[in-house]
């Protein structure tokens, strides 16, 4: 089974809507972080939380908000999507020694 | 701010050796990475060296490390069209409260010919 997990694989959605994006490890990492990547743009980094009760914007947060349920999950809300927002989504996770990051297979939204 | 520079495609005949050129900017990262995104995937890492070595070797792929120049290079001998993907390049940030944090080159895509 993979280590990182994202659902939905893909999801398209109206301007407007609210969407979840969720993210599950079985690594045991403390922090997690969510990246938007975009072509030509690389990795962005939306948010990252290095424990349950610690959570930062990164470089991207406008429009989007994160939820740190427990230590094997890390949401990422829309909370009122816009085109702009259509991208590939990742998850990942890393421990405290060597900052190796751990990615989910990412989650392909587009917001028509 | 820190950036990692790198160049966006580089394309290559089968058989051939492949140099993937990447500059960072904050000296003290403690680790740096290379990353492979094969299409439709996520990242994963290939390999990564440790700020403290020059060169790192692991099989077909060699890792050269020049801290003055800030300098990191991914070397892939006898470049196979399964090589084909984007490869990012990554340093760690080693301050302040986002310390462990991955800051991310843009990716160079390799086309691998046959």
């Known amino acids: 089974d993979a280590d990182v997990t994202q659902t939905p694989r893909n999801r398209i959605t109206k301007t407007g809507k609210r969407i979840m994006l969720e993210c599950s490890q079985t690594k045991g990492h403390d922090r997690m972080y969510w990246y938007r990547q975009d072509p030509g743009l690389g990795l962005r980094l939306i948010y990252y939380?290095?424990?349950?009760?610690?959570?930062n914007k990164g470089e991207i947060s406008d429009g989007y908000s994160v939820s740190r349920q427990a230590q094997a999950k890390f949401s990422l809300s829309l909370e009122s999507a816009i085109p702009n927002q259509t991208a590939l989504y990742f998850c990942?996770?890393?421990?405290?020694?060597?900052?190796?990051?751990?990615f989910g297979p990412g989650t392909r939204l587009t917001v028509t | 701010g820190e950036d990692v520079e790198q160049s966006l495609f580089l394309s290559v005949r089968e058989g051939d050796s492949s140099v993937i050129n990447c500059t960072y900017t904050?000296?003290?990262?403690?680790?740096l990475y290379w990353y492979k995104q094969e299409p439709g995937a996520g990242l994963q890492l290939l390999t990564y060296?440790?700020?403290?070595?020059d060169m790192k070797q692991d099989q077909r792929l060699t890792v050269l490390l020049n801290k003055k120049d800030k300098h990191l290079s991914l070397r892939i001998a006898d470049t196979q069209t399964g090589d084909s993907a984007i490869y990012f390049c990554?340093?760690?940030?080693?301050?302040?409260?986002?310390?462990?944090?991955?800051?991310f080159g843009k990716g160079t895509k390799l086309s691998v010919k046959p």
């Open positions: 990942a996770t890393s421990d405290d020694l060597s900052y190796e990051q751990y």
């Open positions: 939380s290095f424990d349950v009760k610690d959570i």
């Open positions: 990554a340093e760690t940030l080693n301050y302040g409260g986002s310390q462990g944090n991955l800051i």
């Open positions: 904050d000296s003290s990262s403690t680790y």
């Open positions: 060296i440790f700020s403290n070595m």
